[in-house]
């Protein structure tokens, strides 16, 4: 119950094109959706996150997609360029214990030029 | 600084040894979290402090893992009688407090011969 499935594994889009990553999840205490970006030889930073009272969350090029009775959330990545080729890691946790992120498994985004 | 720092980077250890990795939290967070990130993994939690006061390390995988943060600043994460499974990337993240989103650091690359 306390996993997060994240999907695809990895990914390859042309530039300009959209990049889609989908995490489902199945302990409904969570409440705080954060994204993750990792570079190789990195600490994953902060992309954007989301709180399960709305829907959608758009923050640059970056969106969140979050639908609370599937237990689903998303992320779009619009205008893809080579530059966001990177691991991405969708997080849950229940803002009202610990706070410990439970990480999906990552996907890896590759952009063509 | 502007980040959270942790040292060393990387760290050879032949199996048996006692190691000690450090992590500089942003300043004025209050909140410290330890994870290990396997290859090709997410992160996992291991450990967490509000200040001086670990409040939980359901995630520390023996009791050869012990983490500090004694006067609520710097953190030592110590690993005893290290084994070839401990072999990861242990990744500090900070935050502000509960609940405001955590900033990692890059991390420190375990190996264990």
């Known amino acids: 119950q306390q996993q997060v499935k994240q999907s695809p594994q990895s990914l390859i889009v042309q530039k300009g094109g959209i990049s889609i990553i989908n995490c489902a999840y199945e302990?409904?205490?969570?409440?705080?959706f954060p994204w993750y970006q990792q570079f190789p030889g990195k600490g994953p930073a902060l992309l954007i996150a989301?709180?399960?009272?709305?829907s959608e969350k758009k923050e640059g090029r970056f969106t969140i997609s979050f639908n609370k009775s599937a237990k689903q959330f998303s992320l779009h990545i619009m205008d893809s360029q080579p530059g966001d080729s990177a691991t991405y890691f969708c997080?849950?946790?229940?803002?009202?214990?610990?706070?410990?992120?439970?990480f999906g498994t990552g996907t890896r985004l590759k952009v063509l030029a | 600084g502007a980040g959270v720092s942790q040292s060393p980077r990387y760290k050879v250890a032949k199996r048996g040894q006692d190691v000690a990795l450090r992590c500089d939290p942003i300043?004025?967070?209050?909140?410290l979290f330890w994870y290990q990130q396997a290859l090709g993994q997410g992160p996992e939690f291991l450990t967490y402090?509000?200040?001086?006061?670990?409040?939980?390390k359901s995630g520390l995988p023996s009791d050869r893992f012990f983490a500090e943060r004694p006067e609520g600043s710097v953190s030592t994460l110590k690993i005893q009688r290290t084994q070839q499974e401990d072999s990861a990337v242990y990744l500090c993240?900070?935050?502000?407090?509960?609940?405001?989103?955590?900033?990692f650091g890059d991390g420190t690359r375990l190996s264990i011969l």
């Open positions: 993240a900070s935050s502000l407090g509960l609940p405001q989103p955590q900033h």
């Open positions: 302990n409904t205490a969570f409440d705080y």
């Open positions: 989301i709180r399960p009272d709305v």
């Open positions: 997080a849950a946790t229940t803002t009202s214990g610990t706070y410990k992120y439970i």
């Open positions: 300043s004025g967070h209050v909140s």
């Open positions: 402090f509000q200040n001086e006061a670990q409040l939980d």
